[in-house]
């Protein structure tokens, strides 16, 4: 096992200082976050020259790239934001393979639309599961056609709230692409 950290828990905008951050910090991986490099963390489009500073950045820092932040709102009430999201996800999904990072992170979601981390007294409605559940269908597929995995964490706030939730899931989903991150 190795010991990492969360990218953005550093301050900056360019891969190389973040990820020197992270080495100085005592790591030798992390989760990064496209945010590390001056995008949003779910761009519009392709990342071609940040994905080259990325990549650069961490075999002169030696830092490995564990995971790629992916997280939009699986269960926002309004379709479109979700549509809006994985559209996203396909550009984040599409830089982690280029990266070979193995692993995307995800948030299964509420039904907060200011959001996504935030309890929503209609997370617990089989509607809100049946959307976070299209979405995750969606998003493996995508995910499996890149080569990578897919990786959510229960959250007391979200639509998958317990090691009973992901556990629902991952046999729903009957796809070896989906993993728990704790």
């Known amino acids: 096992m190795r010991l990492g950290i969360f990218a953005k828990t550093f301050s900056g905008?360019?891969?190389?200082?973040?990820?020197t951050a992270v080495k100085q910090?005592?790591?030798e991986t992390t989760q990064f976050n496209l945010a590390c490099a001056g995008l949003p963390s779910m761009p519009d489009v392709e990342p071609a020259?940040?994905?080259?500073?990325?990549?650069?950045a961490a075999q002169s820092t030696g830092v490995s790239l564990a995971a790629l932040s992916g997280t939009y709102n699986m269960a926002h009430p309004?379709?479109?934001?979700?549509?809006?999201?994985?559209r996203r996800l396909v550009v984040v999904?599409?830089?982690?393979?280029?990266l070979d990072i193995p692993l995307v992170t995800l948030c299964t979601g509420s039904r907060n639309a200011a959001d996504q981390?935030?309890?929503?007294?209609?997370?617990?409605?089989?509607?809100?599961?049946?959307?976070?559940?299209?979405?995750?269908?969606?998003?493996?597929a995508l995910a499996e056609g890149a080569g990578v995995?897919?990786?959510?964490?229960?959250?007391?706030?979200?639509?998958?709230t317990s090691a009973k939730d992901a556990t629902r899931l991952?046999?729903?989903m009957s796809s070896k692409h989906l993993k728990i991150v704790l």
Do not use: C, F
């Open 170 to 172: 991952i046999a729903d």
């Open 149 to 160: 995995d897919l990786g959510i964490e229960p959250e007391q706030a979200n639509i998958v």
């Open 117 to 140: 981390w935030a309890y929503h007294s209609d997370n617990a409605d089989p509607a809100a599961w049946s959307d976070m559940a299209a979405e995750m269908e969606k998003a493996l």
């Open 25 to 27: 910090a005592g790591y």
């Open 93 to 98: 999904i599409e830089a982690a393979a280029a």
């Open 78 to 86: 309004d379709k479109a934001v979700r549509d809006d999201g994985l």
């Open 49 to 56: 020259e940040a994905v080259i500073s990325i990549r650069a």
């Open 13 to 19: 905008t360019e891969p190389a200082a973040v990820l």
